[in-house]
């Protein structure tokens, strides 16, 4: 456009001079002033890159996958170029889901759908992401500019709704099973949704969609005073849904809507929240790419650095019945998945035991077992140069001396101390 923009203020240039009757010259130069602004806010706006076709290990600086793809050749990733088949849902693009979504965006994920129904606004600037520049504006359409400048290589669908009532609903739903994005994936159309909400209404909502499309995602959250978190994994079926162990405000009977006060708002930090959305983004990459394992839970105490784990059943009570739908396809497809699983340890064959790492041992280094007993090897080094001797006994010697001493007997101990106390009092 800049391009086109000089061209145009060269031609009006030209015709300027080239003008019959002065008297339209100063309507003339005002034109040719407003196309010369234009331009000028056009050089000022930052300039774009183009889209990567292939991803390229080449390192070169302006190659923007140089070090995402030397996780392949270090042998962490096995084919780190299928992260552009992959899809995420992220709903709530709030303190955690705006960061989650750009380090997916910088990782080069293929799609990003967003979902949110909030504004931006100027008390959200205590956290990561977004700008001042871009208060007022829908956090969808503030996600949407910012995303797509640091990577236009992401495909990025953004829905400004709330998927708790009736029509958002319908239309989260419709959204994860689109599959225009790759039509021969198996089940919905995304690989994985990411919970990133603040609210156990829009958990629930969730929670109940992943499970009728038996679809894997992961819960995030930060607590109220913003000092902890935690992440989970949800495999319809196979672990807890959220409806399994709900809340114990949930579970009393007690409306969430009515704890919150008038005035008082959540405390928020943007270290917290970083925190969390690097945990939920790693989980990710580990689940979609391979690596590594895969945390099925993982909290977060950043008083005491603490990061407890655990694992969490389904609940064969679950109050939720596409749940407990799923949990039963889960128990009927037992025993097929374990037999794949025995014929895959089976074809991969016996462990090779691992020999030296190195033949040659060129300044003669040897490794000993802590756990072996000591004995005629294990004596201390300790030898000095000729002519030069210890003032005081070695370990070794010492160990010796005290184990070559004859035993003492205490009743010996005893009769001289009597003598001493007797020669003290007669004197």
Not at 79 to 104: K, P, Q, T, W
């Amino acid at each position: 456009m800049e391009i086109e923009l000089n061209d145009l203020i060269t031609d009006l240039q030209s015709l300027n001079q080239s003008l019959p009757d002065p008297s339209f010259r100063d309507a003339f130069l005002k034109i040719q002033s407003h196309v010369e602004h234009i331009a000028d806010l056009v050089r000022s706006q930052p300039v774009r890159r183009t889209k990567v076709k292939d991803m390229s290990a080449e390192v070169v600086d302006n190659n923007p996958y140089s070090r995402l793809m030397a996780l392949q050749r270090m042998g962490i990733v096995e084919n780190y170029e299928r992260i552009r088949d992959f899809s995420i849902a992220i709903v709530g693009i709030g303190g955690v889901g705006s960061v989650a979504a750009e380090m997916l965006t910088r990782c080069g994920i293929g799609r990003l759908l967003l979902y949110d129904y909030d504004k931006v606004e100027l008390a959200n600037m205590n956290r990561l992401f977004f700008r001042p520049d871009q208060a007022g504006m829908t956090k969808t359409d503030a996600a949407l500019q910012t995303l797509s400048d640091i990577n236009p290589d992401v495909v990025l669908e953004s829905f400004t709704l709330n998927i708790t009532t009736v029509d958002g609903f319908e239309t989260f739903m419709s959204s994860l099973k689109n599959k225009s994005f790759r039509p021969d994936k198996q089940g919905s159309g995304v690989d994985l949704v990411l919970s990133c909400v603040d609210n156990y209404e829009a958990r629930m909502a969730v929670n109940q969609a992943c499970n009728e499309l038996s679809q894997t995602w992961m819960e995030s959250g930060v607590s109220e005073d913003a000092v902890s978190g935690h992440i989970q994994l949800l495999i319809p079926g196979e672990t807890a849904c959220f409806a399994c162990a709900p809340p114990l405000v949930v579970a009393s009977g007690i409306d969430e809507r009515t704890l919150k006060r008038e005035g008082v708002c959540a405390a928020s930090l943007p270290t917290t929240m970083g925190v969390i959305a690097g945990l939920l983004v790693q989980n990710t990459l580990k689940f979609l790419l391979g690596f590594g394992q895969v945390s099925p839970y993982l909290g977060y105490n950043s008083l005491k650095d603490f990061f407890p784990t655990m694992q969490m059943k389904p609940n064969p009570q679950c109050s939720n019945a596409a749940c407990l739908k799923r949990q039963g396809e889960y128990i009927l497809a037992k025993p097929t998945r374990d037999a794949a699983a025995k014929a895959k340890l089976e074809a991969e064959g016996p462990l090779i035991e691992e020999g030296p790492l190195h033949d040659d041992n060129e300044w003669n280094i040897s490794v000993v077992d802590d756990c072996e007993p000591d004995g005629a090897n294990t004596k201390s080094s300790d030898a000095l140069p000729e002519g030069l001797t210890h003032e005081l006994p070695t370990a070794d010697e010492f160990q010796n001396l005290v184990t070559r001493e004859a035993p003492r007997n205490d009743n010996d101990d005893l009769d001289e101390l009597r003598k001493q106390l007797e020669a003290i009092n007669s004197a």
